[in-house]
């Protein structure tokens, strides 16, 4: 989970692009959506419940396009008609509002797809097991990422851009509520007609070897208010305000684990630098300007690629770069998701098969911490705690599909959703 702040600016600037006309309206409900299943975790940390801490580890496991689609599904079946009559201006701004969360609930599947394999990498963190030490330095990295980021786009700190006051210190509207849950329960909730298991049963048990069951965990809620994900969006309005009352001499942080000491780089430098590339990202991140002319690249490779650092594959990617990749996958989405709704199609998914072959991300599900198709989960299990066999294992097809999301030819124009 790269932090909140990473997910907002890029949920926002891919907005700007593709949805100028009512990104204002509703940037409150959509930057909701673009934290994911993230929101989980905070249900599952104040105070602990484990089983929702696992719930939202296997929801970035497995699943993710899945939801997604039904997500896209349950909009326009909501809308048959949306497309082709004229409809009152309200009842169109409903339709593309969900649309577009839809489309940022995915977007945070890919932000955590194109940033993970590089924070993992850097933090020798490991996607299951998470040793504590590694996942200070994870949270840290992706902390001092968003804190670059938001001086970079908005000129501005976390100090004083509250995520809590982006969402105005609100949960979950029903509208946004019916799609998380049609969504999450489709993908995640639905037993197998064979075995009786639901997903979310079957992966928590096959990768972490615990048990969940779907009802208890969040079926038997239905809509009521006490659903998990209305009570998980109450918690992330209070929990981002915590941070706010340690001191500022701190920056750098959403969650307690990515607290920096503003005045102590040099001794945190040395406590989580664990590869010169993290010295190299580290000093990149918080001096970005002086480095930005002087970057050097790795003398007769390509540009950008994943290359061999004696022990370990490193990603070569700034965190600009990440960022505009992350954006620009969004976008992508986004324009296949419309074309999806000017169809007849009524399932996204199949019309992302036949129609979108070229967009990466819409082929199949893929895990948001390994930024692998989920596939391959099994494969990755079975090399254990060998994170240098981890970091190699198809590092191919990551590299392989971050350029094809660098080399993709997006619509110019911002789509006119209305005319
Ligand atoms: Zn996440």
Not at 279 to 296: A, G, I, P, R, T
């Amino acid at each position: 989970m790269p932090q909140p702040y990473f997910h907002y600016l890029v949920m926002r600037e891919a907005a700007l692009s593709e949805f100028p006309n009512i990104w204002r309206q509703n940037r409150v409900a959509a930057t909701k959506m673009s934290q994911g299943p993230d929101s989980l975790y905070y249900y599952g940390t104040l105070p602990w419940r484990k089983e929702y801490e696992q719930a939202a580890n296997v929801t970035h496991w497995d699943g993710s396009l899945d939801c997604f689609c039904h997500m896209l599904d349950h909009t326009k079946k909501s809308n048959p008609s949306i497309r082709k009559h004229d409809v009152s201006d309200g009842a169109l701004r409903a339709y593309q509002a969900l649309a577009e969360e839809a489309y940022f609930w995915y977007s945070h599947a890919i932000v955590d797809m194109i940033v993970h394999p590089t924070v993992y990498r850097i933090s020798n963190d490991h996607w299951v097991k998470h040793p504590k030490k590694r996942v200070r330095a994870h949270k840290k990295l992706e902390s001092i990422m968003d804190t670059f980021l938001l001086k970079e786009k908005m000129d501005v700190s976390p100090h004083q851009l509250k995520f809590g006051e982006l969402i105005c210190n609100s949960g979950l509207d029903p509208a946004s509520f019916e799609l998380l849950n049609v969504g999450m329960s489709m993908a995640y909730g639905v037993p197998d007609p064979k075995t009786g298991i639901t997903r979310l049963e079957s992966i928590a048990k096959d990768i972490a070897n615990v048990n969940l069951n779907y009802f208890e965990l969040f079926g038997k809620f239905h809509d009521s208010r006490e659903h998990p994900f209305y009570k998980a969006y109450e918690m992330l309005a209070k929990y981002s305000f915590i941070p706010f009352h340690i001191p500022s001499k701190f920056d750098n942080f959403f969650g307690l684990r990515g607290v920096i000491p503003k005045d102590n780089l040099d001794k945190l430098e040395e406590r989580i630098m664990t590869t010169h590339y993290w010295n190299d990202m580290f000093f990149h991140v918080l001096k970005s300007q002086e480095l930005k002319n002087s970057f050097q690249r790795i003398p007769n490779s390509r540009d950008n690629r994943f290359f061999d650092n004696e022990s370990q594959l490193l990603p070569r990617y700034t965190v600009l770069e990440l960022f505009d990749l992350a954006v620009k996958a969004t976008r992508m989405v986004i324009q296949a998701g419309e074309a999806f709704f000017a169809s007849d199609y009524k399932s996204s998914r199949e019309f992302f098969r036949e129609k979108a072959k070229g967009v990466v991300y819409l082929d199949e599900n893929y895990n948001m911490d390994t930024g692998l198709p989920s596939r391959f989960n099994a494969d990755l299990l079975s090399l254990g705690d060998d994170l240098k066999k981890i970091n190699r294992f198809k590092i191919d097809l990551i590299d392989e599909n971050l350029l094809r999301v660098a080399g993709y030819r997006l619509n110019p124009r911002p789509l006119d959703m209305a005319a």
